[in-house]
């Protein structure tokens, strides 16, 4: 690893706390680049969001045209669902990165954009999957729109214990997507990062990759290649 000071915080997604965390981390650490988990077009949308710039989502009609209509189901969903636990708790999905760049751009650090394009990463775990997996896998994002949102059970998400507990329960629901949306983007996060040449680094990631990209960053030689990950589905 060519950084000689590489410090990771596992973030819930709607998390006061988890924003809190970040902001104070980076602002004592005073990194030369803070890591976020977003891809460039997470980072415009969230930028966008921030300025007030309305943007036009894709339609049904051009979705069922261009063949991805489960892609714009899964992405919508998984959208949903955050926006809705966001509201709960008065948290907007992508708070913690937003505050994360403006921490960043107060202490004169670069950002570096880690996270794998959501286009993609949606398009291979949906080819991934078998007919019955899709229907468990959108089965499981319905039910959790039923799951009562509590601070507390969200700051719960954070401990191992926890964390391991939910993660292994995707991985039964899915093992497919899990393998697409959490290990694979392990791997592609920890790929970013050991290309970064700067000294001192914050990285700001799901509480869920923490974990992986810690290992693929102590054992390097086990990352599958790149151009593995990057390789768009048929």
Same mark, same amino acid.
């Given at each position: 690893?060519?950084?000689?000071e590489?410090?990771?915080?596992?973030?819930?997604h709607?998390? *006061?706390e *988890?924003?809190?965390?970040?902001?104070?981390? %980076?602002?004592?650490?005073?990194?030369?680049? /803070?890591? /976020?988990?977003?891809d &460039?077009?997470r980072?415009?949308?969230l930028m966008d969001?921030?300025?007030?710039?309305?943007?036009?989502e &894709? *339609?049904?009609?051009?979705?069922?045209?261009h063949?991805n209509?489960g892609?714009?189901?899964?992405? +919508?969903?998984?959208?949903?669902?955050?926006? =809705?636990?966001?509201?709960?708790l008065?948290?907007?999905?992508?708070?913690?990165?937003?505050?994360? %760049?403006?921490?960043?751009?107060?202490?004169?650090?670069? %950002?570096?954009? %880690?996270?794998r394009?959501?286009?993609?990463?949606?398009?291979?775990?949906?080819k991934?999957?078998?007919?019955m997996?899709?229907?468990?896998?959108?089965?499981?994002?319905?039910? *959790?729109?039923? +799951? =009562?949102?509590d &601070? =507390?059970?969200?700051?719960?998400l =954070?401990?191992?214990?926890?964390?391991?507990? /939910?993660?292994?329960?995707f991985?039964?629901?899915s &093992?497919a997507a899990?393998r697409v949306l959490?290990? #694979?983007?392990?791997?592609?996060?920890a790929?970013?990062?050991?290309?970064?040449? #700067?000294?001192r680094?914050?990285?700001v990631?799901?509480?869920?990759?923490?974990?992986?990209?810690?290992?693929?960053?102590?054992n390097?030689?086990k990352?599958?290649?790149l151009?593995?990950?990057m390789?768009?589905?048929?």
């Amino acid at each position: 690893m060519k950084m000689k000071e590489l410090r990771i915080i596992g973030t819930a997604h709607v998390s *006061s706390e *988890s924003i809190e965390e970040v902001r104070r981390t %980076i602002l004592e650490m005073e990194p030369d680049v /803070v890591a /976020v988990e977003l891809d &460039p077009e997470r980072y415009r949308r969230l930028m966008d969001e921030k300025l007030g710039v309305q943007r036009d989502e &894709p *339609s049904f009609r051009e979705a069922l045209r261009h063949g991805n209509i489960g892609v714009i189901l899964a992405g +919508w969903f998984l959208t949903y669902f955050q926006r =809705k636990v966001g509201e709960d708790l008065g948290v907007k999905p992508g708070s913690e990165m937003l505050a994360a %760049i403006e921490a960043a751009h107060e202490v004169g650090a670069g %950002i570096a954009l %880690i996270d794998r394009d959501i286009g993609l990463t949606m398009q291979r775990a949906i080819k991934s999957m078998g007919r019955m997996e899709k229907l468990r896998f959108f089965a499981g994002i319905i039910r *959790s729109f039923l +799951w =009562k949102d509590d &601070p =507390k059970d969200i700051e719960d998400l =954070k401990s191992d214990d926890t964390l391991l507990e /939910v993660m292994e329960e995707f991985r039964k629901i899915s &093992p497919a997507a899990y393998r697409v949306l959490v290990e #694979e983007r392990d791997a592609f996060m920890a790929h970013r990062l050991l290309s970064i040449e #700067e000294d001192r680094v914050v990285a700001v990631v799901g509480a869920g990759h923490r974990r992986g990209i810690e290992k693929y960053l102590q054992n390097p030689q086990k990352l599958p290649p790149l151009d593995e990950l990057m390789k768009i589905p048929r």
